[in-house]
């Protein structure tokens, strides 16, 4: 199945996946990386305009399969969401992340993310809301 392209503005942006050593897919406002050869992805990142600010992007969901760590997919795929949103015009992006997942939080400020100084309780519908901070950068 091929991914449907989509023109690019700056409430979804557009582009071909992260490459180098990975195949990657675009589907509407998110990336993936995966292996050559297969469709099970290492990697993923969905992100749009922020709804809850005006003007930078969010990044809603960034994942990285544990056999993807230590590889460097998921910096190539940072890398590229950034250099998206930046090439769609959006200066700057935030996301949320557990407050309890140091291996998430210390990803981030190795990918140039500081604490804003946000914090929220977050409840999926699950009934067990979670606590969170928030990161931001220039893209």
Same mark, same amino acid.
């Given at each position: 199945m091929? &991914?449907?392209p989509r023109p690019s503005s700056p409430r979804? &942006? @557009? %582009? /071909? %996946?992260v490459r180098g050593g990975t195949s990657g897919s675009w589907r509407g406002p998110g990336r993936s990386c995966s292996r050559s050869g297969t469709v099970t992805p290492l990697a993923l990142c969905w992100l749009r305009l922020s709804p809850t600010r005006p003007g &930078?992007?969010?990044i809603f969901s960034?994942?990285? =399969?544990?056999?993807?760590?230590?590889?460097?997919?998921? =910096? /190539?795929l940072m890398a590229q969401s950034l250099r998206r949103l930046r090439d769609d015009g959006l &200066?700057? #992006? =935030?996301?949320?992340?557990l407050r309890d997942t140091p291996q998430s939080r210390?990803?981030?400020v190795k990918c140039g993310f500081t604490? @804003?100084?946000?914090t929220r309780t977050y409840?999926?519908?699950?009934?067990?809301? #979670?606590?969170?901070v928030e990161y931001e950068r220039a893209c």
């Open positions: 091929r &991914p449907s979804t &942006p @557009s %582009g /071909a %996946g &930078p992007g969010e960034f994942y990285c =399969h544990p056999d993807g760590w230590g590889g460097g997919i998921a =910096h /190539a &200066p700057r #992006v =935030h996301l949320r992340t210390r990803f981030y604490e @804003s100084g946000s409840d999926y519908g699950d009934g067990n809301p #979670v606590d969170q």
